[in-house]
């Protein structure tokens, strides 16, 4: 496994983690009503976001490499 592949799995599995994470916070029956779990989850969705904007733009940048 090359480097390139390493890095987009692992960018990749972040991603999932992150929306994972924030969907948990957001739908949980337990985290109903208090706000540091909505903070978290906005914040973790956002992270997710940005995740996938870099590995949009990394693939760009690499797509010349093997």
Same mark, same amino acid.
């Given at each position: 496994? @090359? ?10 599995? @972040? ?12 739908? @949980? ?14 914040? @973790? ?22």
């Amino acid at each position: 496994m @090359s480097l390139k592949a390493f890095h987009v799995f692992f960018i990749t599995i @972040s991603v999932l983690l992150c929306l994972g994470f924030g969907a948990w916070c957001l739908g @949980s029956e337990y985290a109903h009503g208090k706000m540091a779990y909505t903070v978290a989850g906005i914040v @973790s969705f956002v992270l997710g976001i940005v995740l996938v904007i870099y590995e949009i733009t990394f693939l760009k940048k690499t797509k010349d490499l093997e």
